[in-house]
């Protein structure tokens, strides 16, 4: 783009980000190669299902500027995870804990368990009930983060809230654990499909700009 004069501009984007069921996406902003300071590292774009007029602004409202000296330069705009990179990694920790929690409970009731059978699991497993509790708050954050960052409520902050329930019933009555052992592996396979699509989603979110 070509600036007439040496001096503080505003940047303005036309912006359609309607992909990620809700969630924004993040792009790293640069002029003539630099990052002009850290705010364009991982710019939010948020999840809106119509092309509009974005001016680029932080949390309060207040329009950045950009010093830009006369004469052609190059923007360029590299999709980035910004806080979705914690997310992400906190369900696969939380995926793969619940998945070796619950190959525990396979070796003791095995596949098909009786639910009349107080198999006695939280005596069994040692730490079993700690790690359901570890889960549940982990739940509990990532609903206020994934909610914290988008638009609308998508999919996956009620896959996180049905097993929080699930783990929340459990850890008040281990008895039932067995009972509800195929809801619970539904549970953490929903999770792992989650995360397989919000990767695949941000793969595949392309945010169209237009200055």
Do not use: C
Request: aromatic share 10%; no cysteine.
């Amino acid at each position: 783009f070509d600036v007439p004069e040496s001096g503080l501009y505003k940047l303005v984007f036309r912006v359609a980000q309607w992909y990620g069921d809700g969630l924004p996406v993040y792009r790293q902003i640069a002029i003539d190669g630099k990052v002009p300071f850290k705010e364009m590292e991982a710019y939010k774009f948020s999840y809106q299902h119509e092309w509009r007029t974005e001016e680029l602004k932080d949390e309060e409202g207040n329009t950045y500027l950009f010093y830009l000296e006369e004469g052609e330069h190059t923007l360029t705009m590299t999709a980035k995870m910004g806080p979705l990179a914690k997310i992400i990694n906190d369900m696969e920790e939380d995926a793969w804990t619940l998945s070796e929690s619950i190959r525990d409970i396979i070796m003791i009731t095995g596949s098909e368990p009786d639910s009349n059978f107080d198999y006695e699991l939280d005596k069994k497993i040692p730490g079993l009930i700690d790690t359901f509790k570890e889960l549940s708050n982990n739940m509990g954050r990532s609903i206020e983060e994934v909610t914290a960052i988008s638009a609308r409520r998508p999919m996956i902050v009620n896959n996180f809230a049905v097993l929080k329930d699930q783990l929340d019933e459990m850890i008040k009555d281990p008895f039932i654990i067995p009972r509800r052992l195929n809801d619970l592996m539904s549970s953490q396979s929903g999770l792992t499909l989650s995360l397989q699509d919000i990767q695949n989603q941000i793969q595949q979110q392309s945010t169209r700009t237009q200055n």
